[in-house]
């Protein structure tokens, strides 16, 4: 089993920045391709980037490519994602998952989730 816990959300202004840090528990973190997900009141929950086991590969949504970066540290069984030139359409809850799909793009994916960090973006 893995446990995911989120930690670096906030508000942040428009054009800000905010580096969201998801550790993860367990020997077995690099087993799991990991992704973010996020969201918004009334809305279902959104992908918004995936990172492989060994952090080679990436995938992103459309509407975060070039603003945001997944990234990963497996000493420290931490995955990243790092959101520059941030939208108030960013905002939202922010979730990151495990799977053992490569670079899974839908929550039904995914097997292990964390309790999610709130992002807000005020303009």
């Known amino acids: 089993q893995v446990q995911l816990v989120e930690s670096g959300g906030g508000l942040v202004q428009a054009g800000g920045s905010l580096r969201l840090s998801c550790a993860a528990s367990g020997r077995t973190f690099s087993s799991y391709s990991m992704g973010w997900f996020r969201q918004a009141p009334g809305a279902g929950r959104e992908f918004v980037a995936a990172?492989?086991?060994?952090?080679?590969?990436?995938y992103y949504a459309d509407s975060v490519k070039g603003r945001f970066t997944i990234s990963r540290d497996s000493a420290k069984n931490t995955v990243y994602l790092q959101m520059n030139s941030l939208k108030p359409e960013d905002t939202a809850v922010y979730y990151c998952?495990?799977?053992?799909?490569?670079?899974?793009?839908?929550?039904?994916?995914?097997?292990?989730w964390g309790q999610g960090t709130q992002v807000t973006v005020s303009s």
């Open positions: 990172i492989t086991k060994n952090g080679r590969s990436t």
């Open positions: 998952a495990a799977s053992t799909v490569v670079l899974a793009a839908t929550p039904s994916q995914y097997s292990y």
